[in-house]
């Protein structure tokens, strides 16, 4: 099993930053992708970013440019550095860990006030 905790959601005005954390323990394998997904208010969860164990990238057209995810594979532990931070910006973000299943964290919210 595999267990994620989340930190640093928060309340920021528009155009602020944030910085979200997601540590991972138990058992962890060599090669797995960690990313963060979101879900406001009536809506479908998506895909905000996601990082490989390799490095590689993917984020959602939203966010190109504002956010920025990062890992520390020696710590299991992924990033989400949230920059220009827009209203529409606010949901329950969710740290993921996918290898043979997906793993999920417990959500933190994100509000953006304008």
């Known amino acids: 099993q595999v267990q994620l905790v989340e930190s640093g959601g928060g309340l920021v005005q528009a155009g602020g930053s944030l910085r979200l954390s997601c540590a991972a323990s138990g058992k962890i394998t060599s090669f797995n992708v960690m990313g963060w997904y979101r879900q406001a208010p009536g809506k479908q969860r998506e895909l905000v970013a996601r990082i490989f164990t390799g490095g590689s990238t993917n984020y959602a057209a939203s966010v190109k440019g504002r956010f920025t995810v990062a890992r520390d594979n020696a710590k299991n532990t992924v990033y989400l550095q949230m920059n220009s931070l827009k209203p529409e910006d606010t949901a329950v973000y969710y740290c993921?860990?996918?290898?043979?299943?997906?793993?999920w964290g417990q959500g933190t919210q994100v509000t953006v006030s304008s």
């Open positions: 993921n860990l996918r290898d043979f299943r997906d793993y």
